[in-house]
């Protein structure tokens, strides 16, 4: 048995999901041209807004599995705030030092929520408040690190990852899986918790807590095994003739699937649009 609030079965599952689904349709950071992955000024500010809505309901969201027990659920939402706080400190910090005194939007809009993303499933625990500030700044140094550093590495070795999902939501989910693991090996109260949700004699129970961390290790591999596996064959099923799809390189043109009012602002001008959709009768390709 093992307690989550959404590091591992949310976060890491997703991420590692939709990256194993992106392999398992054959898609490559090279099908992709760059133009179509340009963001402006307008539509970074608008994800800002987003960003800053995320942050200010995390704490609930973290908290909402835990729906019946309203003592635990206020002890998450202190560990998310406190954790989702020292992320926004160091996501600022680490940015302005890899862009020497200026901040990159993508990094800002990710990794300032990574705090509350690796205090998941640890943010039930009886932590002293140095604990989540500490787990919520190193959220976001490897968060905005990620980003700013591994991600581009990740594409040039042909790697497709389009959002980044792996710095924000897969590999925090991970850590976040291992720090309560170690959490349960560290204090006898953290292991009943993580064993029962009830705090009681540690004594009665079947397994120690070396056992309770094998357990805490376990779900990750179990969690990561479902995902990638389930990912791969949903990314060979997408690729079936019987499914509509589109040319790989418009795969993030949005103009085939929705009423776009602008319609200037369709990368693809250039070329012949009715060409890329398949099997999509919905869609407008004449304009």
């Given at each position: 048995q093992?307690?989550d609030?959404?590091s ?7 991420a ?5 689904t ?16 340009t963001t402006t000024y ?5 994800a800002m807004?987003g960003?800053?809505v ?5 704490p609930?969201f973290n ?22 706080c ?12 890899i ?22 499933t640890?943010?039930?625990?009886l ?7 500490l787990?919520?700044a190193?959220g ?7 980003y700013g550093?591994?991600?581009?590495f990740?594409e040039?070795?042909?790697?497709l ?5 792996q ?7 991970i850590l ?10 560290a204090?006898?109260m953290n ?6 949700t ?6 009665t129970?079947d397994?120690?807590?070396g ?7 376990g ?5 990561l ?22 040319d790989?390189?418009?795969m993030?043109?949005d ?7 602008d ?25």
């Amino acid at each position: 048995q093992e307690v989550d609030s959404g590091s591992m079965v949310v976060h890491a599952f997703g991420a590692y999901f939709g990256v194993a689904t992106v392999f398992g349709m054959g898609l490559k950071n090279k099908h992709l041209p760059e133009k179509h992955r340009t963001t402006t000024y307008f539509s970074d500010m608008g994800a800002m807004l987003g960003t800053v809505v995320l942050w200010v309901y995390w704490p609930s969201f973290n908290a909402a599995s835990l729906y019946g027990d309203t003592h635990t659920q206020g002890r998450v939402i202190g560990n998310t705030y406190l954790s989702i706080c020292a992320s926004c400190v160091t996501a600022f910090a680490t940015s302005a030092l890899i862009h020497r005194g200026k901040f990159e939007m993508i990094e800002i809009q990710n990794g300032t929520l990574a705090g509350g993303v690796i205090i998941g499933t640890i943010s039930p625990f009886l932590l002293d408040p140095w604990a989540p500030l500490l787990i919520g700044a190193i959220g976001g140094v490897i968060s905005t690190f990620g980003y700013g550093l591994l991600h581009p590495f990740l594409e040039d070795c042909g790697f497709l990852d389009s959002a980044g999902v792996q710095m924000l939501h897969g590999i925090p989910g991970i850590l976040g899986g291992l720090f309560a693991a170690l959490a349960t090996l560290a204090d006898n109260m953290n292991y009943a918790f993580s064993y029962d949700t009830t705090w009681t004699d540690t004594s009665t129970f079947d397994r120690d807590r070396g056992q309770q961390f094998g357990y805490h290790i376990g779900a990750i591999l179990v969690t990561l095994g479902i995902a990638i596996v389930s990912g791969v064959i949903t990314g060979i099923l997408i690729r079936l003739p019987c499914c509509p799809h589109v040319d790989k390189e418009d795969m993030l043109i949005d103009h085939d699937f929705w009423h776009i009012h602008d319609k200037n602002h369709d990368p693809r001008l250039k070329k012949d649009k009715k060409s890329n959709v398949y099997n999509n009768k919905m869609a407008d390709t004449s304009a």
